[in-house]
Each structure stands twice: as C-alpha cells, then as structure tokens.
C-alpha cells in the first residue's frame, strides 16, 4: 500500500510529538522507522494506523485519508509493544476475534505459528509472560495478512530465539504474501537486513529516508595515519573520531566516488562500512 505523509504534525497538548513530517513509501517492501525513544515513531504510526487524528498536515494510504475510514482501516493493523490489541481472554481467543476481524485471516498459519512460539490456545493473554504477549501480537499481526502490516517493538520481552524466530518468518511470510511491513525498533543491527528502506526521525522530524544500501554505502570509516585522514576526510560531513596513538579513524557521511576511494587506497587509507546503529547514533546527534 502506498503511503503519503504530508507536513504531519501530532501534538498532545503542548507537546509536539510529530513536528512537520513529509515523506512517501511506494509500498511493498519491509520499512524500518528508526528513532531515539520520544522520537515520536509510536505518535507517527498511531496515526498511520488511524488510532490517533493528525493534528495538522495528512496522511494517506492508497490515496485514501485513514482517519475513521473503515475502507482503508480494514486493510491496516498496528501491533503494539506487548501486543497489548489481543490482552482479552485465551490465545485461542484472540485468533478467533482476529478471524472475524480480518479478511485475509489465516488460521493455519497462526496456529503454525503459535507451535513455533511454544503458545497454548487455552492460556490467558493477560497471564502470559511479556515475552508471550509480544509474541501471541506478531502471531496476530503476521497471520493477519493485512495489506500494510505495522510492528511497534512487537518484541518486547521476547528472548533471544524469539526474535530471531520472528524475523524469520517475516521475512518467509513476506516473500510468500508480498505486503507493505513497517517495523519499529531499537534493535537495529538485528532487524537491519531485513529492511529494503529506513526511514529515521528525531524529534518528530524526518532526518533520512533512504534504501537501506544506499544510505549503508555513505557511511564509511576512514582509518590511517591522523594527518592522512584528516587531509582526505576534510571535504566530508564527520560523523565522529577516534585516535589511538597516531591511528585515526574518522566515520564520514556522504558519497565516496571511484576517484576518492583511489585515492584513499593511495594515501595508505582503510575504508570500512558503518553499522546502521552506528550511522544511526550520529545522525540522530551522536551519543547523549
Ligand atoms: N499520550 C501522550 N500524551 C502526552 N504526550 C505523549 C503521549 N504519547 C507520547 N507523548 C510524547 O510524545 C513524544 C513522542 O513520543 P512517542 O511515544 O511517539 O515516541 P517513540 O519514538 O515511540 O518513543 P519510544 O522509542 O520510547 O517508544 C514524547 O515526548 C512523549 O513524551
């Protein structure tokens, strides 16, 4: 599904959780939302997901506003840290309620689904642990099928295996069941390649929005001799350094051309790839 945010603003009272945001998602692939915590990633998708009215600016899916439009919220589903949409009575339950709910519902799947995370059908959501809360939400959210499928921290609490669990089968189910999937996480090494685009706030503003190899290839760090690098690196924006003795590593941001990795190689540079979690930190403002 596509999706067109335009001059987004959300205010609760006087705070102004989404500040102006425009962006646009062609729909079809795995998104990530990456922010620091208060960003307003739970804001944004609250009205993406048509929980919350925009107090300014619009959203649309497909073209369609989403605000109390059943056309469009039929096709959307937001699973919350916790999975806290499916807390009423038994698992077993909440697959029913989600059976009715959902159009393009898949029971084996979800009972598939609900073997791998070890979930009994009689157990009461709200006695489960939080790790099986998280994970009784992406068995919701994945069984769903639904055309734009949106994880906020789904996994919260989960342990280890869990996650990777999950990941798995989003990535499985999506290939099966092309669909458009935002994820929002703090895990980013774990979920990074899963992404095909991020898309990075900070103080409810948009700082990139970029495939996620694109924005992977600007990151470099530059490592040698301080004076080398500091010579090659001077014409970048500089993400942050470090110096041991008279090593220096420099991490820039910004397109390296044929010629400047030539000339890199020549002066006796190393070029490295950044982690997304590292891009990430510095382009929301470096460690605080
Ligand atoms: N219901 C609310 N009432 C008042 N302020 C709120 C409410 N929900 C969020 N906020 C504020 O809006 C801002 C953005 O919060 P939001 O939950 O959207 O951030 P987030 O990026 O999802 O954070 P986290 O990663 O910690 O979950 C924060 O300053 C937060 O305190």
Redesign the pocket.
Known sequence: MRIDVENLVLR??D?T??DGLTFNLAGDKIYGLL????????????VLAAFRRESAGSVRVNGQPVFENADVTRDIIMIR?GGETVKIGTAEDAVYFAEWLRPNWDGDYARSLMDRFELRPKAKVSEMSKGQQSAMGVVIGLASRAPLTIF??SYLGMDVPSRYAFYEAILADYMLHPRTIIL?A?LIEEISSLLEEVVI?DR?RLVVHEETETLLSRGRAVTGPADRVDAFTSGFTVLGTRQLGPTKSTMVYGDLDQDQRRQAVEAGLELEPIAMQDLFVHLTGGPR
């Not at 922010?35 to 609250?46: A, I, M, Q, W, Y």
Request: glycine share 20%; hydrophobic share 20%; proline share 0%.
């Open positions: 609760y009272g705070t959780a989404v922010g620091r915590s208060g960003s307003g990633k739970t804001s944004l998708l609250s840290d906020d921290e929002s703090h706030i409810g």
